[in-house]
């Protein structure tokens, strides 16, 4: 592709789902029978912007993770690229980040309860 690696990983975040195609590849089948489920991440790097759209399929075979809008999800993650970031790195409680509207959550909420910090890479200060 026309893009520079520098706009490709212009959000934080999008450098940890870069990293989750070796990770699903390592844990992936575990991870598939536990949520067996469809997930999105929209993520914004300012309130109002248009959001990137990752779509994480962890319902079957070891999952896989494409970026933009490309299956039906079961649940929807909106939040900011520096909040998935500390979300990562276990630095904010996904329970605490939605009660503090930091995340908001759409579409099944048994499927997005599942969906823990320990399905992401546990990545370093990025």
């Known amino acids: 592709s026309t893009q520079s690696t520098w706009e490709k990983f212009r959000m934080k975040s999008d450098r940890l789902f870069a990293m989750m195609v070796p990770h699903l590849k390592e844990k992936g089948a575990e991870v598939v029978q536990q949520?067996?489920?469809?997930?999105?991440?929209?993520?914004?790097?300012?309130?109002?912007?248009?959001?990137?759209?990752?779509?994480?399929?962890?319902s079957s075979g070891s999952g896989s993770i494409?970026?933009?809008?490309?299956?039906?999800?079961?649940?929807?993650?909106?939040?900011?690229?520096?909040?998935?970031?500390?979300?990562?790195?276990?630095?904010?409680?996904?329970?605490?980040?939605?009660?503090q509207g930091k995340m908001k959550i759409k579409g099944n909420m048994g499927a997005a309860t599942k969906f823990?910090?320990?399905?992401?890479?546990?990545?370093?200060?990025l």
């Not at 489920?37 to 994480?56: N, R």
């Not at 823990?116 to 200060?125: A, E, K, R, Y």
């Open 35 to 58: 949520l067996k489920a469809v997930y999105q991440f929209h993520i914004y790097e300012k309130k109002g912007q248009k959001p990137k759209i990752w779509t994480i399929d962890l």
């Open 66 to 99: 494409e970026e933009g809008d490309t299956k039906k999800p079961d649940a929807i993650f909106t939040m900011s690229d520096a909040d998935t970031i500390k979300l990562a790195q276990r630095k904010l409680n996904p329970q605490i980040a939605f009660l």
């Open 116 to 125: 823990t910090p320990d399905v992401l890479p546990n990545i370093p200060d």
